[in-house]
């Protein structure tokens, strides 16, 4: 097979333009990762998945048996690969004498839980696990050490003791998770990997949807770097084995309550129960030795019920510590009384019964905060959910939380992003509450105590939303019941937005989906909406996806027409403008369900909501050049947003007006929208909006001929974006710049374009890597390389179909035409009529009469 159709590096003018070319290559070849690196195996050549995504995924040259080998598995012969080769060489030759600009470095993740200042015993297990973790390794294989044992055998608390021991010898990081492969919803392998990637500084558009692919770009970021991963409370070798680095300088933990025997290379232990003579040195640490000397013969009594466990010894003195002045035989005697309640294994009864002694010596304020708090399923949670719980003040929660941790009833998860401190239950103890709930709280009070703290949750996160610059969506809230939260501005007032839901997207996630089990669905479409601005921000396409379509269908099942229609809005704006489509419907869908959507604010009278909905079908019809009807539903959008004072929705209306008017070349009509655009944007305070809105001012002042005006607007939206890390808006804004420099004659229309295409695949942003493709088909074509254009101009031709623009599609085929008609006369013919049939079809007579010139001329 040779390189017939598919891209030359000769395009390539430096290292980052050469591995966006790569990157071109395996796109058109069609193989994923494993498929490449299975063709590659198969000719004798050793290329790694791993090895491809690395490569890949930075902007430095790869070596030249990679080339080689990458362009061979792609399926190009000899020849062609050494032409790569040979480009690659010449770029390497330049570069040599140029310096190289070093790198910020990013700061090392440090994701460890607190270690544990008291910890007692194990001394020769935790010295030994600290030699396998630092000592000599294997030179191929990461060193994997695997802790077992039943609950309460204290498997976490020894991990992260040992991690915090070697931690030095990982200075490049150290990864925790916990799996809760014991809890009703472990966590999923791909998520797990996500929340990797994004402490090693991935943003998460660039996060492949492929589990296997996003694994090789994990082990990608960790090869050749010494990183500590953590994996506690695993499930399965299935759940562990995608989160395994392949490379020899790390080394993993792993915690689970069963024998994972299906990891290959790992070293087990398996933890058993304190020897006597540890039982009675973490006793004493906590109650005092002098204390247990006085009564030996009653504190060997209770070691012995304690039965070994770390948990329930631990339990048992705090419960001393809290009584200095009770003799060791009274508790004793309680801890016996409680023992033979149960008819347990002797593990799970010791920390029952543990459990059930410390439980009864809480006040009754403690005790109810206990049982209330273990409702939550969210994996850990902040000071504040215990104030919202018992409806008190920060102050008062603080304490009696507090006394919760000092009961070994709570453990200290220590400070957030966002400077909260945590909490979080051990698996065992959190089961032990929900007993104590469903035994002594009645049913009525169990659901307005979880109303009242995910209500918590859904307050906060409202504050905390408005300040997160996003979509100008209409903040439409349902009835769900916020609880007083007058201590709430002053909590998070400090706190920056971002960090605030960073520090609580687990915490967040979990109440939505447990507000959906509940049937609790006003309160889920209220948080869920309250996500929305925060996963735009950050990327989160796939989270934003699954939590709406999870809460849709709560909303579904509820007859919650209000909530459906608000999931509905944000479903479509993520799926059409956010996510890799390529069966050509993604504008068509737009507009069916857009009308849909309008509909539905229409019946249910919420003026702001028509708006929003008004607008989505604007888009859609400019997409199909109903431009007639695309104003009309433009200046309808704009009516209801100035009747219900959305002034998100003037924004977004005047925007779309500008878009509609833009496509039919009018210019002034479209600035003038776009200026009120900005008005409003401004007024908002959204600054990301603004950004987009100058995006569209510098456009249409090109057009007009303003191109210095137009510049520097483009300019101020390009700082905005990068501000807030916003590449889909900042790619956009590199390709119109590109067109600025090319009007100008400036060499860095190339340069630009080039960065704007590398972003968009970096980011899978299909409608802007469509858009700059065309643009370096045209730089191409007017630097007199026709060949190179048509590379380009077919790419960008082939994902205008996946989007269903057509007049783009048109404008793309029109330049394909030309850039075959020096090459292939017939294959320029067919471009050229399929771009007039388009350009009729969207009503673009002048266009349309042009290329039946060219034609008739060719």
């Known amino acids: 097979m040779t390189n017939v159709d598919g891209p030359e590096p000769a395009a390539a003018t430096g290292p980052a333009s050469f591995v966006a070319v790569l990157r071109e290559l395996r796109a058109w070849s069609g193989y994923t990762y494993r498929q490449l690196a299975a063709r590659a195996d198969a000719a004798g050549d050793a290329l790694p998945a791993s090895t491809i995504a690395s490569a890949l995924s930075r902007s430095s040259l790869p ?42 470095p990013a700061a090392a993740p440090a994701m460890l839980p607190p270690d544990i200042a008291d910890f007692t015993g194990r001394t020769a297990l935790v010295a030994r696990l600290c030699e396998t973790l630092t000592g000599d390794r294997p030179a191929t294989a990461p060193v994997v050490v695997a802790l077992a044992g039943m609950g309460g055998i204290g498997k976490t608390a020894l991990a992260v003791h040992v991690a915090h021991r070697v931690a030095e010898a990982y200075p490049d990081g150290q990864l925790y998770v916990n799996l809760r492969g014991v809890e009703a919803a472990p966590l999923e392998p791909a998520d797990v990997v996500a929340r990797f990637l994004r402490a090693l500084g991935v943003d998460s558009r660039a996060m492949p949807d492929d589990q296997e692919e996003r694994t090789a770009l994990l082990r990608t970021r960790l090869a050749g770097r010494r990183f500590l991963l953590v994996l506690d409370n695993a499930l399965s070798e299935e759940q562990v084995r995608p989160l395994l680095p392949g490379a020899a300088t790390c080394a993993v933990v792993i915690t689970s309550r069963v024998r994972l025997k299906g990891i290959e290379g790992a070293r087990f232990t398996d933890l058993d129960v304190y020897s006597d003579a540890e039982a009675a040195g973490l006793l004493a640490r906590m109650a005092g030795a002098g204390r247990l000397a006085n009564e030996p013969a009653e504190a060997a009594q209770l070691l012995a019920l304690c039965a070994g466990l770390p948990l329930a010894v631990r339990i048992a003195g705090a419960r001393l510590a809290a009584r200095p002045g009770w003799p060791v035989a009274r508790l004793v005697a309680l801890l016996d009384r409680s023992k033979r309640l149960d008819a347990l294994d002797a593990g799970d009864l010791a920390v029952r019964a543990s459990l059930a002694l410390s439980y009864r ?13 273990g409702l939550f399923d969210a994996p850990d949670f902040p000071v504040w959910l215990p104030a919202v719980v ?47 709930a469903a035994a002594e709280e009645p049913a009525d009070a169990v659901a307005q105590v979880l109303g009242r703290g995910l209500g918590g949750w859904l307050a906060l996160a409202e504050h905390m939303a408005r300040r997160i610059p996003g979509p100008c969506f209409a903040e439409i809230r349902g009835p769900a019941p916020r609880p007083a939260t007058g201590w709430a501005a002053g909590h998070v007032h400090p706190m920056e937005p971002v960090d605030w839901f960073d520090a609580e997207r687990e915490a967040l996630l979990s109440a939505v989906y447990q507000a959906c089990r509940l049937d609790l669905d006003a309160l889920a479409f209220d948080l869920a909406g309250c996500l929305e601005k ?47 489509r390529t069966d050509g419907t993604v504008m068509a869908q737009l507009r069916t369900d857009a009308f849909r959507l309008l509909e539905m604010f229409e019946e249910l009278g919420v003026e702001r909501g028509v708006s929003d909905a008004a607008v989505m079908c604007s888009w859609a019809l400019v997409a199909a050049a109903d431009h007639d009807q695309a104003i009309a539903m433009g200046e309808r959008a704009l009516r209801s947003a100035e009747r219900s004072g959305h002034v998100g929705g003037l924004v977004r209306a005047n925007l779309v007006l500008a878009v509609a008017k833009f496509d039919q070349a009018w210019f002034d009509a479209a600035v003038g929208h776009a200026d009120a655009a900005l008005s409003h944007a401004r007024a908002l305070g959204n600054a990301r909006a603004e950004a987009t809105v100058l995006q569209y001012l510098g456009i249409g002042h090109r057009e007009l001929g303003n191109l210095e005006l137009s510049q520097r607007m483009l300019g101020e939206s390009l700082a905005i974006s990068r501000r807030y890390r916003d590449n889909y808006t900042e790619t956009l804004t590199l390709v119109a710049l590109a067109r600025v420099y090319q009007l100008r004659g400036d060499p860095l229309a190339r340069e630009t374009a080039e960065l704007a295409s590398s972003l968009s695949r970096e980011y899978n942003m299909t409608h802007h890597l469509a858009d700059s493709l065309g643009l370096l088909g045209e730089l191409e074509l007017a630097a007199g390389r026709p060949r190179h254009a048509i590379e380009h101009l077919q790419q960008s031709v082939a994902l205008w179909r996946t989007r269903g623009w057509h007049s783009y599609q048109a404008s793309a085929l029109s330049s394909l035409g030309q850039a075959f008609a020096s090459v292939d006369p017939a294959a320029a013919r067919a471009a050229f009529e399929e771009a007039r049939t388009l350009f009729r079809r969207v009503g673009n007579d002048e266009r349309a009469a042009e290329l039946t010139r060219m034609i008739e001329h060719h």
Do not use: K
């Open 63 to 104: 070596r030249r048996d990679f080339v080689l080998a990458f362009a061979r598995a792609c399926g190009l012969d000899e020849a062609a690969a050494g032409r790569w080769a040979a480009v690659r060489d010449a770029i390497a030759a330049q570069a040599v004498a140029e310096p190289a600009t070093p790198a910020e």
């Open 534 to 580: 925060y996963f735009d921000l950050r990327g989160m396409y796939r989270d934003w996806t699954s939590t709406n379509t999870a809460v849709l269908a709560a909303c579904r099942r509820a007859g919650n027409r209000l909530g459906e229609a608000v999931m509905l809005r944000g479903l479509m704006d993520v799926m059409t403008w956010a996510q890799d």
């Open 390 to 436: 018992l409806d008190c003040s920060l102050e008062e929660a603080a304490e009696l939380a507090e006394a919760l941790v000092d009961a070994q009833l709570l453990t200290d998860a220590g400070t957030d992003a966002a400077g909260q401190y945590r909490y979080r239950f051990h698996d065992l103890v959190r089961l032990y509450a929900r007993e104590r």
């Open 361 to 373: 010596w809480l006040s009754g304020t403690s005790q109810r905060l206990f049982r209330l708090l």
